[in-house]
């Protein structure tokens, strides 16, 4: 068992039907989704051929559906004091989860909300390359990408790269080690929130963006060429949570 602090480890969604999710998630990507108990409840587990990747909950009606993610700390209690003492406001304060783990839900100084995780069982080891149909990055956008950072690197021991997005902005590259781990931007639109948007690895990008769409999807950036890295597209999923897709360039051999 071992854990991987500042890997996003886990990705869940909630909405206020649990049953239309799965439905449109097992088509589009193949998923398939199993119950199991926590606690005295249960629990929707998203897997990816025999692999556990996530959940869907069941969200209180009048709230926004959406996915959140879950990052990986050595101590969850430590974490999210920590988090608080940096700007962040707490959500969920620091909860046990049957016999699985230990979480916290919180949002940055920026607006953007996560979780803190801390696993039982340890993480899943970082497999390269990524599995169709497993999440392949996980991307903050955020009005004040300099505060945002800041919070990352202080309170999660972050290190970065950058990339020159031109026009005077910069993408940060997340780093634990030589490990990348997330992005960071400023928000390119003013239509596009403060967030966390996973992204899930797919073999045919255009092919997932037009299956999504006659699955009742919307599109909210169409199929697009990152030079380098791959081609994406961010949808809006039927219950109003937003989701991207990435069909990365081939590894070299």
């Known amino acids: ?112 909300a996560f979780a803190l995780w801390t696993g039982t069982q340890g993480d899943r080891p970082d497999v390269v390359p990524t599995p169709v149909g497993d999440w392949y990055w996980n991307e903050l956008t955020t009005a004040d990408e300099r505060k945002a950072l800041a919070f990352y690197e202080t309170v999660f021991g972050y290190t970065h790269d950058t990339m020159d997005l031109g026009g005077g902005s910069t993408y940060y590259l997340l780093k634990t080690g030589d490990t990348m781990r997330g992005g960071l931007m400023r928000i390119p639109r003013p239509e596009v929130p403060t967030l966390w948007q996973p992204y899930v690895r797919v073999a045919d990008c255009d092919a997932s963006q037009a299956r999504a769409v006659s699955l009742g999807a919307q599109t909210l950036m169409p199929p697009t060429d990152i030079p380098e890295v791959g081609r994406f597209a961010v949808l809006l999923d039927p219950l109003g949570a937003s989701i991207a897709v990435i069909q990365p360039v081939p590894l070299p051999a």
């Open 1 to 112: 068992m071992s854990h991987l602090p500042g890997k996003f480890v886990w990705f869940e969604h909630a909405s206020p039907d649990v049953a239309r999710a799965r439905r449109f998630y097992e088509d589009l990507f193949g998923w398939h989704v199993e119950t199991m108990p926590l606690g005295e409840q249960t629990y929707s587990m998203i897997m990816n051929g025999g692999d556990a990747i996530g959940g869907l909950r069941t969200l209180e009606a009048g709230l926004a559906s959406h996915w959140i993610s879950y990052l990986s700390v050595p101590d969850v209690d430590q974490a999210h004091a920590a988090a608080l003492a940096a700007g962040a406001r707490s959500t969920l304060a620091p909860t046990d989860f049957g016999d699985v783990g230990r979480g916290a839900h919180i949002v940055d100084p920026t607006g953007a």
